[in-house]
């Protein structure tokens, strides 16, 4: 279990963080711009590595470490969405 909340945060960070630019993803693509294809591609790739494990976790805390990935998921992804407006509108 350890591991896919780690492999979910990693995807969240590279995959989704490259597809929608948020807080400290937006500021790793601005400085570093040709970093932003090898890590979706890097994303793309661990994202099948992480649905891979999440299969592999036995059938009776699979329904628990499921949901278990989706509330981190949806925490990390979530998170550097809502602070990254909220600082936007403190900027302005």
Same mark, same amino acid.
């Given at each position: 279990?350890? =591991?896919?909340?780690? =492999? ?7 995959? %989704? ?63 550097? %969405? ?11």
């Amino acid at each position: 279990m350890f =591991l896919t909340l780690n =492999l979910c945060e990693i995807v969240s960070y590279l995959l %989704i963080g490259s597809l929608y630019l948020a807080s400290d993803m937006a500021i790793v693509a601005q400085e570093y711009p040709r970093l932003r294809i090898p890590n979706l591609m890097a994303g793309f790739l661990l994202a099948a590595v992480y649905i891979w494990v999440l299969i592999q976790v036995p059938a009776a805390f699979q329904g628990f470490a499921l949901v278990w990935n989706l509330v981190t998921l949806l925490s990390m992804c979530g998170g550097r %969405i809502v602070f990254s407006l909220l600082h936007r509108q403190a900027k302005n």
